[in-house]
């Protein structure tokens, strides 16, 4: 039995749902996809409200009532961080008693449109070089 074959057979023990049909399509195509497999890997999400700079006294200065400045208003969107990636934006919201954030914007989605942009300018710049 190939690899091939092996893994295809531990996805149908495994999950007879979604994981059986990727495991087939892959099976027919003769490649193998590590993406179900990834899809389990915990990953911590932090949420980054603001920033502050402080001197090493002031911070040694800190005590328990201490307010340190954050450099953002209420109303700026906070981070989620991923990896050390900002991953998207949102806004602290209360869910059942205890902080959650509200996603309003996915990093990327801007970037994804405007490298679509310099991929045709690109390609534009090299016809008229042709």
Same mark, same amino acid.
């Given at each position: /039995?190939?690899?091939?074959?092996?893994?295809?057979?531990?996805?149908?023990?495994?999950?007879?749902?979604?994981?059986?049909?990727?495991?087939?399509?892959?099976?027919?195509?003769?490649?193998?996809?590590?993406?179900?497999?990834? /899809?389990?890997?915990?990953?911590?999400?932090?949420?980054?409200?603001?920033?502050?700079?402080?001197?090493?006294?002031?911070?040694?200065?800190?005590?328990?009532?201490?307010?340190?400045?954050?450099?953002?208003?209420?109303?700026?969107?906070?981070?989620?961080?991923?990896?050390?990636?900002?991953?998207?934006?949102?806004?602290?919201?209360?869910?059942?008693?205890?902080?959650?954030?509200?996603?309003?914007?996915?990093?990327?989605?801007?970037?994804?449109?405007?490298?679509?942009?310099?991929?045709?300018?690109?390609?534009?710049?090299?016809?008229?070089?042709?």
């Amino acid at each position: /039995m190939n690899e091939t074959e092996q893994t295809t057979e531990a996805f149908a023990k495994s999950d007879a749902g979604q994981e059986t049909r990727l495991a087939e399509e892959a099976a027919a195509s003769g490649a193998f996809s590590a993406a179900p497999l990834l /899809m389990d890997i915990k990953l911590d999400v932090r949420v980054r409200v603001g920033r502050a700079q402080r001197t090493l006294g002031s911070i040694a200065q800190l005590a328990s009532g201490s307010v340190v400045e954050l450099d953002c208003s209420v109303d700026d969107p906070v981070e989620i961080v991923v990896n050390d990636r900002v991953i998207a934006e949102g806004e602290i919201v209360i869910v059942g008693g205890n902080y959650g954030v509200r996603i309003t914007r996915i990093a990327g989605s801007e970037a994804a449109e405007s490298n679509l942009g310099t991929e045709q300018e690109l390609r534009r710049l090299s016809d008229r070089l042709r």
